[in-house]
């Protein structure tokens, strides 16, 4: 066992105060007496002194012959020689006396030096607590992995909503944990590795918490970054000391975060300059080939960037199984909700349901910040609890940005605006398999938005028809066909828009095979949907001949679906006349006014 010593200062303080009883009693074994200052003279007249020692304040020596005692040596208080031969003209006895300076002289030189050192042990030690130069430097090998012991994790899967599928796989490690004999009576073994792949804040590192919780074992938690140091080998060490400290408190789970900043390709970076991340992941790789997961020990990681990671990590053998954490449906979302909500307090109108329809592709964390701003929205609106109304502010307020009251627009651009809106709202109305209209308003928010309209999904849908493509690039066209029906002109309002109809129309042509003269081929590849994070643009595998046939092509369908939506307005133009005057006296029209809206429509288009 290693030995730790301890410096104390009260040692020495004893050592000093022992040197000095020391000293003293060696003086008082040398047998030396105290003579007064007159005496001595007199010795020194009677010519009975050997030899002296004169100090600054005594005078030590040895008389030729002994005195009455039978003391050789003596020792007397030296005093001013002119006083003396006044005093001795007097007959009168003399001596000297020795000022006793021992307490001055501890609290001169002893006691600062004490507590110099004792300041200098104090931050010594605390810098070595803290990781710090010394501290640092012994220790910079050490995982840095947070460890939570059984009583610690207290998350289950009770506390994790919407992603059942995901759970019914990880029950099966929590099944392992608990009972490995039963488990395995049939020969099989768990996985070593279990990959939870999914957008950002979808509940990974979440889910891992509840299968450490579930199982009730020790849980090393450690991000991928942590293991990178710009010292060489720094990384290795690490992944070495926590592998080494799971063993020891096996059954256990190893979880890290962020895989990808660790894990990334080799040979991914070009030449030099990154030999350290790959001896980490080098260190990694035979760890997870090293340990037997029969002893209980099981990594879980999490990446929202699967495609970038090193195939040798994503071996059999390794992380034999990846876990897809995706976004909710909407059944997920309803469950997720019930898990936030019962933390705040709720009015009777509130309807799950309803918010879940909102809030189509809301994580599961996107989906908790929304109950956390619908109650501030309702404590700042000074409510006794949480309405639907604050539920619908926190969701534009996501969605659209922070409502801007003090930007005022001129008539010109609020009319504009008003036009603009209900031209998205109109069309959708009137066209089949659109999202219903949920809200309309002219009021600005965020950056750039002077306006907004607010559709609510039935059902989420996975799969769309062409014909519901084309409607859907009409509905966001709506605002620039309304301005065209009415003003003769358009405004750069429609700009987001755009952007948004043209990327449907790419994918139509590039990604789907929609169009007749290009025919059944793909010219763009998919990019994985749950990696969340842009890819970087691939070169193109067609001739300019293509290129140019795939840009006509774009070109004609946004023209089809803007001259569709320039159709439906022109023929009902009474009514978007009359539903703009009233969003210009009101702002806002929210769904009673959307409906009598709607039962004054002619048959859909």
């Known amino acids: 066992m290693e030995r730790h010593v301890k410096f104390n200062l009260w040692y020495v303080m004893i050592a000093i105060l022992g040197v000095m009883l020391v000293r003293d009693i060696w003086t008082i074994t040398q047998q030396v007496e105290p003579l007064?200052?007159?005496?001595?003279?007199?010795?020194?007249?009677?010519?009975?002194?050997?030899?002296?020692?004169?100090?600054?304040?005594?005078?030590?020596?040895?008389?030729k012959k002994p005195l009455a005692g039978g003391a050789s040596r003596f020792v007397t208080t030296r005093v001013d020689p002119q006083l003396a031969k006044e005093l001795?003209?007097?007959?009168?006895?003399?001596?000297?006396?020795?000022?006793?300076?021992?307490?001055?002289?501890?609290?001169?030189?002893?006691?600062?030096?004490?507590?110099?050192?004792?300041?200098?042990?104090?931050?010594?030690?605390?810098?070595?607590?803290?990781?710090?130069?010394?501290?640092?430097?012994?220790?910079?090998?050490?995982?840095?992995?947070?460890?939570?012991?059984?009583?610690?994790?207290?998350?289950?899967?009770?506390?994790?909503?919407?992603?059942?599928?995901?759970?019914?796989?990880?029950?099966?490690?929590?099944?392992?944990?608990?009972?490995?004999?039963?488990?395995?009576?049939?020969?099989?073994?768990?996985?070593?590795?279990?990959?939870?792949?999914?957008?950002?804040?979808?509940g990974k590192t979440l889910l891992a918490r509840a299968v450490a919780g579930e199982a009730s074992v020790p849980f090393f938690s450690i991000s991928g970054s942590e293991f990178v140091e710009m010292f060489v080998g720094v990384g290795a060490a690490r992944v070495r000391d926590m592998f080494n400290q799971a063993r020891e408190k096996a059954p256990a789970i190893i979880f890290i975060d962020e895989l990808d900043a660790?894990?990334?390709?080799?040979?991914?970076?070009?030449?030099?300059?990154?030999?350290?991340?790959?001896?980490?992941?080098?260190?990694?790789?035979?760890?997870?080939?090293g340990f037997d997961p029969s002893?209980?020990?099981?990594?879980?990681?999490?990446t929202n960037r699967p495609e970038i990671l090193d195939p040798a990590l994503l071996r059999a053998g390794r992380f034999d199984r990846q876990v897809l954490v995706d976004r909710p449906d909407k059944a997920g979302r309803i469950a997720i909700l019930n898990v936030h909500i019962g933390k705040i307090k709720i009015a009777?109108?509130?309807d799950k349901a309803k918010i879940a329809a909102l809030t189509p592709g809301f994580s599961g964390a996107d989906i908790a910040n929304l109950v956390n701003e619908a109650a501030l929205l309702a404590t700042r609106r000074r409510r006794d609890?949480?309405?639907?109304?604050?539920?619908?502010?926190?969701?534009?307020?996501?969605?659209?940005?922070?409502?801007?009251k003090n930007r005022l627009l001129n008539p010109e651009e609020r009319k504009t605006v008003a036009y603009h809106e209900l031209g998205h709202a109109l069309v959708a109305m009137s066209l089949p398999g659109c999202d219903p209209v949920h809200k309309v308003s002219i009021i600005p928010r965020g950056i750039g938005a002077l306006g907004y309209t607010l559709q609510r999904p039935t059902d989420d849908r996975f799969l769309m028809t062409r014909e519901e493509l084309e409607n859907k690039m009409a509905v966001l066209l709506g605002g620039r066909a309304a301005e065209h029906v009415v003003f003769?002109?358009?405004?750069?309002?429609?700009?987001?828009?755009?952007?948004?109809?043209?990327?449907?129309?790419?994918?139509?042509?590039?990604?789907?095979?929609?169009?007749?003269?290009?025919?059944?081929?793909?010219?763009?590849?998919?990019?994985?949907?749950?990696?969340?994070?842009?890819?970087?643009?691939?070169?193109?595998?067609?001739?300019?001949?293509?290129a140019r046939e795939i840009d006509c092509a774009v070109r004609d369908i946004?023209?089809?679906?803007?001259?569709?939506?320039?159709?439906?307005?022109?023929?009902?133009?009474?009514?978007?006349?009359?539903?703009?005057?009233?969003?210009?006296?009101?702002?806002?029209?929210?769904?009673?006014?959307?409906?009598?809206?709607?039962e004054a429509l002619p048959d859909a288009a």
């Open 36 to 63: 007064p200052y007159s005496q001595f003279v007199q010795e020194l007249k009677n010519n009975n002194v050997e030899e002296i020692a004169v100090t600054q304040n005594a005078i030590q020596g040895k008389l």
């Open 295 to 302: 002893s209980g020990l099981v990594l879980l990681a999490a």
């Open 385 to 404: 609890a949480v309405t639907m109304d604050d539920f619908t502010g926190a969701i534009e307020r996501i969605v659209a940005g922070l409502e801007k």
């Open 558 to 598: 946004l023209d089809q679906a803007f001259f569709h939506a320039v159709d439906v307005l022109t023929a009902r133009r009474n009514l978007l006349e009359l539903a703009a005057r009233r969003l210009m006296e009101k702002e806002t029209l929210n769904e009673e006014d959307l409906a009598s809206l709607r």
């Open 348 to 350: 009777g109108d509130v």
């Open 262 to 289: 660790l894990g990334r390709a080799r040979g991914a970076y070009g030449l030099g300059g990154h030999d350290e991340k790959e001896q980490t992941l080098n260190q990694l790789l035979v760890e997870m080939d």
């Open 88 to 202: 001795q003209q007097y007959d009168v006895k003399f001596a000297g006396a020795i000022e006793n300076t021992f307490w001055r002289d501890l609290l001169s030189w002893i006691v600062p030096a004490a507590i110099f050192f004792g300041i200098w042990i104090f931050f010594i030690r605390k810098i070595a607590e803290k990781g710090g130069l010394g501290g640092e430097f012994m220790s910079i090998g050490k995982s840095k992995a947070r460890i939570y012991v059984e009583t610690d994790v207290k998350t289950t899967f009770n506390d994790v909503a919407g992603v059942d599928e995901s759970k019914e796989e990880l029950c099966e490690v929590v099944n392992f944990l608990k009972d490995p004999k039963e488990y395995g009576r049939l020969g099989a073994r768990i996985p070593k590795g279990v990959l939870l792949v999914g957008p950002p804040g979808t």
């Open 488 to 546: 003769g002109h358009f405004s750069t309002g429609a700009a987001d828009d755009l952007a948004k109809a043209t990327d449907i129309a790419r994918s139509m042509v590039m990604r789907y095979g929609m169009d007749e003269k290009l025919g059944h081929a793909a010219y763009e590849e998919e990019h994985p949907a749950y990696a969340g994070t842009p890819m970087a643009p691939q070169p193109r595998s067609y001739s300019e001949q293509t």
